[in-house]
């Protein structure tokens, strides 16, 4: 038996074969359903790529730099999740019926999951990608305090369950190489974490050229700064401490942990990172998807 108000860390369901939170694949019928306006912009992401940080610049843009505005409701509630369900917590469909659109929408869904509505209305995206290796450490993290998901074992079996796609959402490698894929034919913007950590004011301005707002350096600045790692750890209404504690347990891990590129050094041992990057090497095959371990 758990303590009270302990969750029981329910194994993953396979929908259309992707492996997803017990909770979230429930509602996956209404998400099916889901219909988007064309004016709603999709942020796409695999966990842990910085979809929070990319959804906090998306709303700064939309309420042109107001940060008090910006602060009024937490990051789930300005930028809704479309496939979140859990115990006591409003689900994404329940709260895209009830807020203002056209809205941001965040979503974790490999493009083969994504609502039709999403293509249908020719929705722009942004998708956000982040290296695998500092995915691994991070998502290792977010297991352990997110309850919702299940136990990750030990940090080799988890990275070998990560590297086998045996993982919430399936495989990091199909996430990235589908949506990749899918900007030939779509609106879709990929934007990587790393470029982002490097130059986040000329990521910025990519953002705003892709959403057609007026280019100005202000903003950018403004944006720059309350988005940076730092601001945003310390954002009650960007942290994810808004959350009930029987679903994200920050002093497990903080949800804003680390925040950085290259951390996976700490994690991986020579061995790890040798079979990694074979394995990379084979999964990532003629694609020309390029991602950087280090910047
Ligand atoms: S989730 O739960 O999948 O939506 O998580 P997501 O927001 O995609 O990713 C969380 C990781 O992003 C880091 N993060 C940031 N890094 C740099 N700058 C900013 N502003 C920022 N905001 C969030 C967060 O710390 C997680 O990464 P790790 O490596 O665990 O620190």
Not at 62 to 84: A, M, S, T
Not at 95 to 124: D, G, M
Not at 227 to 244: D, G, V
Request: overall charge neutral; glycine content about 6%.
């Amino acid at each position: 038996m758990k303590p009270e108000g302990e969750l029981e860390r329910p194994p993953t369901i396979p929908v259309k074969g992707i492996p997803l939170i017990k909770y979230f694949a429930e509602v996956m019928g209404e998400v099916d359903k889901f219909q988007a306006h064309p004016d709603d912009l999709l942020i796409s992401t695999y966990p842990k790529c910085g979809t929070t940080w990319i959804s906090e610049v998306i709303d700064m843009i939309y309420k042109e730099g107001n940060v008090k505005e910006c602060g009024q409701k937490p990051i789930d509630k300005r930028v809704p999740f479309l496939e979140l369900a859990a115990p006591g917590v409003e689900s994404g469909p329940e709260l895209l019926k009830r807020v203002p659109r056209p809205t941001a929408i965040k979503t974790h869904l490999p493009v083969q999951l994504l609502p039709k509505s999403f293509w249908e209305k020719n929705c722009k995206i942004i998708y956000m990608a982040r290296n695998a290796k500092d995915v691994a450490v991070s998502y290792y993290f977010f297991y352990q305090m997110a309850k919702i998901h299940p136990e990750p074992g030990t940090w080799d079996e988890f990275l070998q369950k990560f590297m086998a796609g045996d993982v919430a959402y399936g495989s990091w490698y199909d996430h990235v190489k589908g949506w990749w894929d899918k900007r030939k034919e779509q609106r879709i913007l990929y934007l990587f974490y790393e470029d982002l950590k490097e130059d986040s004011r000329r990521e910025i301005r990519k953002i705003l050229e892709f959403l057609e707002r007026p280019m100005d350096e202000q903003l950018v600045e403004k944006i720059a700064h309350h988005t940076s790692f730092q601001e945003m750890r310390q954002n009650p209404m960007a942290n994810y401490t808004n959350i009930p504690k029987s679903i994200m347990d920050h002093s497990v891990s903080p949800f804003m942990r680390k925040g950085i590129t290259g951390d996976w050094k700490n994690y991986f041992t020579v061995a790890q990172n040798e079979s990694f990057d074979a394995h990379y090497k084979r999964q990532m095959e003629g694609s020309t998807l390029q991602f950087r371990t280090e910047i």
